[in-house]
């Protein structure tokens, strides 16, 4: 019997958060007729031993010897996915009601237009404090805080927290770009798929859906980060990297030089959308010389890398054989 659906789970260092997302897969009402793929990105706390030798369910188990980044695994998972769908689910979630899956493959079968669906993903299990309802982002390429908590009316993007895509569509995506190592990559390949519709590059309009009933928790493990989000010179140098990176894509050299220049002088905006607090004068200076100018360097490289097929660049890690199998 082929799978209905293919779960692609990538994981590093998250050895316990990621037993709750697995099983919250495995008690779905179509477990039987999903292909769940996990593909470790090189953790270092027990992870591959525990899927290899303990873990009860039966999973496809893939690893990399290193961290490869959330955009290269999930390429992986695409290629190996054995489904016509592909559900992405972050290592720290866990789907909330036993007919998830199954709602979201209707959903996807019952509009044509529709090529790709997702959940209300929140911080806590009574749904009082929201993760991303609908995704929306701004011109500027953050996070529309206001409506991503409040809307899921025709969203921008799709969260990879949890999502189910049409591997078709994936592929004629390219993947995901492994220019963003650290989130973004959602963004990113959600508008690529609007934005080729625009220009008729599919059949239809592509269109995203929130499923209504469909809930994720996202509990944002501390653990199995490349850095911590408080960390202000890291994230914030991959935060603008990437964000800036994606107005370049959508918006052109031009669009991105507005933005680059106009950053600076948004730190108090920029610090309480990403950091949800404000920013420190040392920290508003390194922003201010720092980030637009190494933004700029780094145009010559994206224009040649934009359009890239990302899929078939990506490297696909080893098989894990399992304890048993």
């Known amino acids: 019997m082929s799978a209905q659906c293919s779960v692609v789970i990538i994981t ?12 919250s897969v495995f008690a779905q009402t179509i477990a039987d007729e999903l292909d769940v793929v996990v593909i470790d990105n090189g953790s270092t706390d027990g992870t591959v031993e525990w899927l290899r030798d303990e873990y009860r369910h039966p999973v496809r188990l893939f690893g990399f010897r290193r961290n490869e980044g959330a955009s290269h695994g999930r390429n992986a998972g695409i290629k190996l996915a054995k489904s016509d769908f592909v559900c992405f689910l972050d290592s720290d979630a866990e789907i909330m009601g036993h007919d998830a ?43 529309d805080q206001k409506r991503t908590h409040s809307e899921t009316t025709d969203p921008d993007f ?54 209504d009933g469909v809930h994720v928790l996202h509990e944002m493990a501390g653990g199995g980060r490349h850095y911590q989000p408080d960390d202000f010179s890291a994230a914030f140098n991959a935060y603008e990297r990437q964000r800036l990176y994606l107005v370049l894509a959508y918006g052109g050299v ?28 040392k920290e508003k200076l390194k922003a201010f010389f720092l980030y637009p100018a190494a933004r700029l360097l780094a145009l010559p490289r994206n224009i040649f890398d934009i359009g890239s097929n990302h899929i078939a660049a990506s490297p696909m890690p080893a098989e894990v054989t399992r304890t048993g199998n």
Request: aromatic fraction near 12%; glycine fraction near 8%; charged fraction near 30%.
């Open 254 to 281: 031009g669009e991105v030089l507005r933005v680059a220049f106009a950053s600076p002088v948004r730190m108090d905006e920029i610090g309480a959308g990403v950091w949800q607090r404000k920013l420190s004068p």
């Open 101 to 143: 899956i199954e709602r979201c493959l209707k959903a996807l079968q019952q509009s044509p237009s529709v090529r790709a669906v997702g959940a209300s993903i929140w911080f806590d299990r009574g749904r009082t404090r929201a993760f991303c309802l609908g995704g929306y982002i701004t011109r500027d390429g953050h996070f």
């Open 12 to 23: 590093w260092n998250r050895r316990r958060e990621l037993e709750r997302a697995l099983d």
């Open 158 to 211: 799709l969260s990879t927290c949890f999502a189910v895509w049409e591997k078709k569509l994936l592929m004629e995506l390219r993947g995901f770009d492994p220019w963003y190592f650290w989130g973004i990559e959602d963004m990113d390949i959600s508008l690529r798929a609007r934005w080729n519709a625009r220009r008729g590059e599919h059949v239809g309009a592509t269109r995203y859906e929130i499923v």
